[in-house]
C-alpha cells in the first residue's frame, strides 16, 4: 500500500469514487490526504483558494478513518473524504476569520452544527477557504488577505463570496466543499468555475457556527464535483438543529424510498419546468444565453416539459434585497467591536490611557478592522433603518419582498420546478467590477430572489466549450429531491 | 438632483455604527452610497397597499422544548481561551474611562 499516489489518482476524484476507492483499498485515508496536501502546497500558490491548512488535524483524521476501515467497521459514505470549508463557519480550535481583518486572530471556540456532523461521519477537513469579507461581494476580491483566482483561467475571479471553496474543488483540491450563500455566494463561483453548488431551503441546514451575515436569508451548502455528491453532502448536514430555531427536519417522502440519494427518476421525469420570462431579457450575455438554452434543448429531449411564466416583481428584487441584507447586517456585525474574538493592535489599545474613551476603541477597531465593503453596508443598513427613512425603506422592501415570494408561490402551482441562467455573464476578469458597487451588485440578479423566498436551488454546469457556465434549477420550499432529481438525471444522459 | 444623503448625514451615520471613516474615503463612500440610494427609487412605483409586512421565507411553527437546563458541550476556559487578551481566567479589556487628569 506504499504505492505514491499523484495527480492523477485525485483528478476529477468524487465524494462517491473517492468511497468505492477506500473500501476496496485502493488508497488508504491517510495517502489520500497527504497527496491532497501535496497538490494544494504547489498547485494553490497561483491559485490561492485556501488561507489556512490543517494538515496535522486532519492527516490524524484520516488515520483514524483507517483504522476504523481496517477494524471492519462500515464506514459512512464521507469517512475519510478531504473537504475545504470556507472560512466563515466554525471548526473549534482552529482559527476562523471570515476573511476580515478584524478577526484575524480569533480561533473557535466551538464547532458549527455542520462540523460537527461531518465529524461524526469521518470528514476530513483540509484547511478554510478565502472568501468574500464576512461573505459580501460576488469575485472573492474582497478578502482582507488574499485574491483567489479562477482555476479555469488565471485572470479572471472565481466569483463570490464562496470563491474559495468553488476554486479548491474544481483545483481538485479537495473533494467536496461547503460554502454559504446569501444572494448567491454558493450558486454564482460555483457557475464561474464550473462545478455544482446548492443553496438549501432556508432552515434545511443549521446555521449554528456561521458568522452571521444576513440571518434572514444565509444558508451553508454544499460546493461539489457532481449533482450526486451534491445530494450526499447535504444529506449528511440538513435537518433540525436545537441550537438554531429556524431550522426544521426534512418530510420524510411517503414511500421510505431516499429521494435525494436514490431519485425516482420516473417521477422525476415528469416535473414540469418553468421558463420566467423576466430572466431571459437584455443584460444576458450571448454565451449565457447559448449554453442555457442549449441546456433546455437537452432537457426537451430527455422528455421533460417546459412552460413559459412570469415572475413580474423580479426586476425589484434587487433593491429590496440591497435593503434587506445590509439592515441585517448592521445589527449582526455590531457584535464585532474590536475587544471581544480579536483586537487589532491589543497591546497599544491598553496601554494609550490618554485616549481610552470606549467610543473611540470602536471606531478605531472597527475603522481599522472592516475592509470598504462592509463597512458601505454597515452604513447603509444604519441609514435604512433609522427613524424617518425606515417606513421609505426598510418597511417598504419587506412588502416587496412579500410580493416577491407570492410571485414564486403562484407559478408554483403550474410547475414544479425552475430553470433560469445563473449569473448574466461567465466569469470576468480581476478587477473589472471593483470600481463601482453597484456592478457587482447586478452579478446576483438572478440569484438574490431565490434567498429573499427561501427556496432551494442548484447552480449546474451546462457542457458549453470555453468559460464554464451553468444554470439554475429553483425548486419548491423543502423540494431539494426535485432540483437534485433533475441534475442527477441531466448528468447521467 | 436631490440627495438623498449628505456629508453631515454620512458622518452622524458613522459615528451610530461605531466606524471611523478616514476622510480621504469620505467623498468615495458618500458617492456610493448615493448611486446604491438612487437605484432604490424604483421600488416607488411599488403598490404595497394591500401587503403585509413579511418576517421570513419560510412558514415557522412553535417548536415547544422542556424547560430544563442542560450541560453545554463549550466549557468556560473554552471561551475565555478565545478571548484576545486574558490574565489567568479573567479577561482584559482597556480601561473605558477616558483619562483627564
Known amino acids: ?493 | 438632483m436631490d440627495e438623498i444623503i449628505n456629508k453631515q448625514t454620512l458622518e452622524k451615520l458613522a459615528e451610530l455604527a461605531r466606524i471611523e471613516i478616514s476622510g480621504d474615503k469620505e467623498k468615495k463612500l458618500l458617492k456610493d452610497l448615493e448611486g446604491i440610494l438612487e437605484h432604490f427609487d424604483e421600488l416607488k412605483e411599488v403598490d404595497v397597499s394591500d401587503v403585509k409586512l413579511m418576517s421570513g421565507a419560510v412558514e415557522l411553527t412553535n417548536i415547544f422544548r422542556e424547560d430544563e437546563p442542560v450541560k453545554s458541550e463549550t466549557t468556560a476556559i473554552d471561551l475565555i481561551e478565545s478571548f484576545p487578551e486574558k490574565e489567568g481566567r479573567f479577561l482584559k479589556v482597556p480601561p473605558i474611562f477616558m483619562n483627564n487628569e
Open chain 1, 1 to 493: 500500500m506504499n504505492n505514491e499516489l499523484g495527480i492523477m489518482d485525485i483528478h476529477g476524484l468524487t465524494i462517491k469514487k473517492f468511497h468505492q476507492g477506500l473500501v476496496s483499498k485502493e488508497f488508504s485515508a491517510f495517502e489520500i490526504t497527504k497527496a491532497f496536501f501535496d497538490l494544494v502546497k504547489s498547485r494553490d500558490k497561483e491559485i490561492g483558494a485556501y488561507l489556512r491548512l490543517s494538515e496535522d488535524a486532519a492527516l490524524e483524521r484520516a488515520k483514524i478513518v483507517d483504522a476504523e476501515l481496517n477494524s471492519g467497521s462500515k464506514l459512512s459514505i464521507l469517512a475519510g473524504a478531504p473537504l475545504a470549508i470556507k472560512d466563515n463557519i466554525l471548526i473549534k480550535g482552529e482559527k476562523t476569520t471570515a476573511a476580515s481583518k478584524i478577526l484575524e486572530n480569533y480561533t473557535a471556540s466551538y464547532d458549527a452544527t455542520v462540523i460537527k456532523k461531518l465529524k461524526n461521519s469521518g470528514a476530513v477537513f483540509l484547511g478554510k477557504t478565502n472568501m468574500d469579507e464576512f461573505a459580501m461581494g460576488s469575485s472573492t476580491e474582497n478578502s482582507a488577505f488574499q485574491k483567489t483566482k479562477n482555476p479555469r483561467d488565471l485572470e479572471r475571479v472565481p466569483g463570490g463570496s464562496s470563491g474559495g471553496s468553488a476554486a479548491a474543488v474544481v483545483a481538485d483540491m479537495a473533494v467536496a466543499a461547503l460554502g454559504s450563500d446569501t444572494g448567491g455566494s454558493i450558486r454564482q463561483p460555483a457557475n464561474f468555475c464550473g462545478v455544482v453548488g446548492l443553496k438549501p431551503t432556508y432552515g434545511a441546514v443549521s446555521r449554528y457556527g456561521l458568522i452571521a451575515m444576513a440571518s434572514s436569508l444565509d444558508q451553508i451548502g454544499p460546493i461539489t464535483k457532481t449533482v450526486e455528491d451534491a445530494a450526499i453532502l447535504f444529506k449528511e448536514i440538513s435537518g433540525r438543529d436545537k441550537f438554531d430555531a429556524t431550522s426544521v427536519d426534512l418530510n420524510p417522502p411517503a414511500s421510505g424510498e431516499d429521494e435525494l440519494l436514490n431519485p425516482n427518476f420516473e417521477k422525476i421525469k415528469k416535473l414540469k419546468i418553468g421558463l420566467p420570462k423576466e430572466y431571459f431579457t437584455a443584460g444576458l450575455s450571448k454565451e449565457t444565453e447559448n449554453a442555457v438554452s442549449e441546456t433546455i434543448k437537452q432537457l426537451k429531449n430527455l422528455g421533460f416539459e417546459f412552460k413559459e411564466i412570469s415572475l413580474p416583481h423580479t426586476k425589484y428584487a434587487l433593491s429590496c434585497y440591497y435593503i434587506i441584507m445590509p439592515a441585517e447586517v448592521s445589527a449582526n456585525l455590531a457584535r464585532f467591536d474590536g475587544i471581544r474574538y480579536s483586537r487589532i493592535h491589543p497591546h497599544e489599545s491598553v496601554s494609550n490611557q490618554h485616549k481610552s474613551a470606549l467610543s473611540e476603541i470602536y471606531l478605531k477597531q472597527r475603522g481599522e478592522g472592516f475592509g470598504d465593503e462592509v463597512k458601505r453596508r454597515i452604513i447603509l443598513g444604519t441609514f435604512v433603518l433609522s427613524s424617518g427613512y425606515y417606513d421609505a425603506y426598510y418597511s417598504k422592501a419587506q412588502k416587496v419582498r412579500q410580493l416577491i415570494k407570492q410571485d414564486f408561490e403562484k407559478v408554483f402551482q403550474e410547475v414544479d420546478v425552475i430553470l433560469t441562467p445563473v449569473s448574466p455573464t461567465p466569469a470576468f476578469k480581476i478587477g473589472e467590477k471593483t470600481r463601482d458597487p453597484l456592478q457587482m451588485y447586478l452579478e446576483d440578479i438572478f440569484t438574490i430572489p431565490v434567498n429573499l423566498a427561501g427556496l432551494p436551488a442548484i447552480s449546474i454546469p451546462t457542457r458549453t466549450k470555453g468559460l464554464p457556465v451553468g444554470f439554475q434549477l429553483i425548486g419548491k420550499h423543502f423540494h431539494e429531491a426535485d432540483i437534485l432529481g433533475i441534475g442527477q438525471w441531466y448528468e447521467r444522459n
